[in-house]
């Protein structure tokens, strides 16, 4: 028998920002849909209307396109599909597999009091199920009349009431490719809500059917639906269908491990776009937090990602997302980059800060002091705070930070004297014949690198940490260097 062409899909809320936890379940849908020749789908479950942001959505669409997870088909939004809703939730009324409750919010709220204070499972007594079996007429009148309602599914829906104890004992029974064969025993399952009042369906009936006419073989989403799945395959068994494959992924947490969120840093996909993490290295990081390769291999592109996954080495424990690892793999990315590439990338960076002022600068300017920080960049946020002073006409800083160790301001002044002496004479100013000339002068005068370079590249810079002076005299020029120079010198007076 030929199998089933492999479908996965995404289906976020329009609820907010994309979190990046949410990216990585689309990454391993992606990932697990392509390397089986599949297709990965996209599906905006915007039921919820309370909680819908306007705008949501396309940024959603926005994230996973710079993520580079490209969706096969045109995205399935729910709201469109209110009428292939309704259509099924009446097919189970008709088949007695649901039903309608006209219960109001009062009823169920006092339903749940008295559960709680007689230390019962709090779920719906099935009070409408009697009303619907037993006294049609009214409910027919309540519909006739306008009376809300919501339906409601039976569960369990086979013979219940003739063979009670049988029944409701019967598990429901799958095998997750994470956790592997479960079980939940059917009466702690409510008879869940499938339509709402507003006639929205609820998000446990929708996915139900929208994962049936989608035709997904494979759902991956996070743990925290886990519970949830009996309540879909009881749906699934309801109508006849063969329910998808499940595989429920680990949370990602964060330094006080518990689930990643927005009291722990920032957690959406948007915010680490911002900061100037590139979308191939975040992809990366992520893919690593719940698969591990089984190799020593740390860098990976999308096209080794999609060969090399496997369901079978994901993790059951979450993983706890760690920055300085994501700076690292981004920052591997970043040294890699042809400098315009890596220009380009910071110019908006630098333009937030300096504005019109950077018109004063060419492009070759700052493509140098841009090239410069290269292999120090972790995001291309950073840029900024590295590369200010050479944007700066006057630097503030502290004279004390001029002074090399043991060294006093009398002998840190007279140093860097003679060092605008020397730097007056070369003539060729280029980093390869600075650093020769001044390495030179300082054998000569028997000096030490440190007390020399130290207040020199401080002069030129006016930080603790910062590229090697002769890096620095390089991207300056002679004139800005040597004021610089003076700048410091006038400071220890």
């Not at 639906?225 to 680990?250: E, R």
């Not at 800060?353 to 300017?365: C, H, T």
Request: glycine share 6%.
């Amino acid at each position: 028998m030929k199998q089933p062409k492999i479908r996965t899909r995404m289906a976020p809320s329009p609820t907010g920002m994309l979190h990046i936890g949410g990216l990585r379940t689309a990454l391993y849908n992606y990932l697990f849909a392509k390397q089986n020749d599949g297709e990965f789908l996209l599906r905006i479950e915007d039921t919820d209307r309370a909680r819908f942001v306007p705008g949501a959505k396309e940024k959603i669409f926005e994230m996973l396109t710079w993520a580079d997870l490209n969706w096969d088909g045109e995205p399935a939004i729910q709201s469109e599909r209110l009428e292939v809703y309704q259509k099924y939730a009446q097919q189970l009324i008709d088949e007695d597999k649901a039903y309608y409750c006209f219960c109001t919010s009062e009823e169920l709220e006092e339903m749940r009091a008295s559960q709680q204070k007689n230390n019962l499972l709090v779920m719906y007594n099935r009070k409408c199920k009697e009303l619907n079996e037993k006294h049609k007429d009214i409910v027919e009148k309540n519909l006739a009349d306008g009376k809300p309602y919501v339906i409601r599914m039976k569960v369990p829906y086979y013979d219940t009431d003739k063979i009670l104890g049988k029944d409701k004992e019967r598990p429901v029974k799958f095998k997750d490719l994470v956790w592997g064969d479960l079980s939940f025993y059917r009466y702690a399952i409510d008879d869940q809500i499938l339509i709402k009042s507003d006639g929205f369906p609820t998000y446990h009936f929708a996915v139900v059917v929208d994962d049936h006419e989608m035709e997904i073989t494979h759902i991956m989403r996070g743990e925290e639906w886990l519970p949830s799945t009996p309540k879909h395959i009881l749906l699934y068994q309801a109508f006849g269908w063969t329910p998808p494959v499940y595989c429920h992924l680990p949370n990602i947490l964060g330094e006080n491990k518990k689930k990643l969120s927005k009291r722990t840093g920032d957690v959406s996909v948007e915010d680490f776009k911002n900061k100037g993490y590139l979308p191939e290295a975040l992809i990366n990081y992520i893919a690593l937090l719940g698969w591990n390769p089984g190799t020593e291999q740390e860098i990976f592109s999308l096209e080794e990602l999609i060969k090399q996954f496997d369901v079978n080495k994901l993790h059951k424990s979450g993983a706890i997302f760690d920055y300085k690892k994501l700076d690292n793999i981004n920052g591997q990315y970043l040294r890699k980059l042809p400098a315009k590439q890596l220009f380009d990338f910071c110019l908006p960076y630098l333009a937030e800060i300096y504005g019109d002022a950077l018109q004063n600068y060419s492009d070759e300017y700052m493509t140098k002091v841009i090239s410069l920080e290269q292999e120090r960049l972790k995001k291309l946020s950073d840029i900024v705070g590295a590369t200010q002073f050479f944007f700066s006409d006057i630097l503030e800083y502290d004279a004390q930070l001029l002074i090399w160790k043991k060294a006093n301001a009398t002998e840190t002044k007279k140093k860097l004297m003679e060092t605008k002496k020397k730097l007056m004479e070369i003539k060729k100013w280029e980093r390869d014949t600075l650093e020769k000339e001044m390495l030179s002068f300082i054998k000569e005068k028997n000096y030490t690198n440190g007390e020399v370079l130290w207040p020199l590249r401080v002069a030129l810079s006016g930080q603790q940490n910062s590229p090697g002076p002769f890096e620095i005299m390089g991207v300056l020029g002679k004139n800005e260097s040597l004021r610089r120079v003076e700048s410091a010198i006038a400071m220890l007076c």
